[in-house]
Structures are given as C-alpha cells and as structure tokens.
C-alpha cells in the first residue's frame, strides 16, 4: 500500500472516531458568544497560527462573528515578545484586548500547551487567564490535548492513529472542525460564493 493511501485511509478512521457531540457543544457556545455580543479570539502557533487567521476569515464572513488573532498584527505580538518575553505575549494582547466573561479563546495546537513539558507556555497562560476572567475556552488538540484539554469548556481531541503522523492529522483536521462549525446550522449567517453562483445557476422550478 502507498503512503498516499495509507495516509487517508489514516484520516478516514479518525474522522469515524472524533466526538461529534464536543463539535456541536462547540457550536453552541459559540452561538452564545455571537447572540451575547462577545468575540471569539484564535491562537494557535506555527501551523495554528495560520490556521488562526483563516479561521477569523471565515468566523468574521460566515458566521457573523467579532475574531480576532494575536498573530495577524506581527508589529504588536513581536514587540511584546520582545518586551514582555514569548510566554506571556498572548495574554498581554488579550489583556490588551479587554477579554472578558463575554467572550472566548480558541486554540489550534498539537499539544495543548504544557506546564510540566514547558511547552506553548503562550497559550497555557492565555488560557489561564481566560479561566481568571471566565472566558469560554475551546479548541482543536491532538494526542491528550495538554492544558487546553484539560481546562478546557469544549475541546475536540484528535485521535491518534499513527504516532509518527500526529502533527499532520490534528493540523488537518482543525481545518476540518473549523470549517464545519462554519458550516453548522448553529452559526452560519451567509453563505459561501461558490455554492451561492451554483445555486443561482440552478433553473426555478
């Protein structure tokens, strides 16, 4: 068998394994934050950093969200990294940010973050200090999910299928878990283009 195939047939038993029911408590809480008037903040590093900023796009066009992303304004996280040291540099933008009990944190990270492995320390305390404010906390992890899992309100946790392949199959599937919220009848307020032209292509009846 082929990388390629065994690869997706990977994919294929963790999509058949993911909780369906974390996504759509998901869903719902984000549709809290929406109707409260809240925002919903994306942080994630490397890969999830990019993730990060597609997700605003989409959350911000689709869903009708207020999101925003530490890592979309280079100038402002790079000078608290520099000032303030990286550990701390996400919660001091969402300090910045006024965060409050209205609004929440969404983490993309393979780990989770780590106190005992001091790993992600960025996002261990952004979300400890979303726990001080009571700041909805939610997020797509991989292996055991690390800090955000663990204290988490809504945490879809990747099955691992393949050790070697967990980065690849968690950043994957974010992008899947993400899509899907914007998708899920819970949240979505406007329709994609794509899919609007083939609808208005289609003949009345």
């Not at 942080?43 to 530490?70: M, Q, W």
């Not at 990286?86 to 993309?108: C, M, N, P, Q, T």
Request: hydrophobic share 45%; aromatic share 6%.
């Amino acid at each position: 068998m082929s990388f390629a195939k065994d690869f997706l047939t990977q994919t294929s038993a963790i999509a058949s394994r993911i909780d369906t029911g974390v996504i759509d408590r998901m869903a719902a809480i984000i549709a809290g934050v929406r109707t409260g008037g809240g925002r919903l903040f994306f942080l994630g590093v490397g890969g999830g950093a990019g993730h990060a900023s597609h997700a605003v796009n989409d959350f911000r066009k689709l869903a009708g969200i207020e999101c925003y992303t530490p890592t979309d304004n280079v100038s402002e996280l790079t000078a608290r990294i520099n000032d303030e040291g990286w550990d701390g540099s996400y919660a001091a933008w969402l300090e910045g940010s006024r965060l409050s009990s209205k609004d929440a944190i969404f983490v993309f990270s393979v780990g989770g973050g780590s106190i005992e492995k001091h790993v992600s320390m960025n996002i261990v305390k952004a979300i400890d200090l979303a726990r001080a404010v009571r700041a909805k906390v939610l997020g797509v992890v991989g292996r055991d999910g690390g800090h955000t899992a663990r204290l988490g309100d809504a945490v879809v946790v990747i099955p691992t299928v393949e050790p070697s392949l967990v980065t690849p199959h968690t950043e994957s599937f974010q992008a899947v878990v993400w899509h899907l919220l914007v998708s899920h009848p819970a949240l979505a307020a406007h329709g994609t283009k794509w899919e609007s032209l083939e609808k208005a292509s289609q003949p009345r009846a």
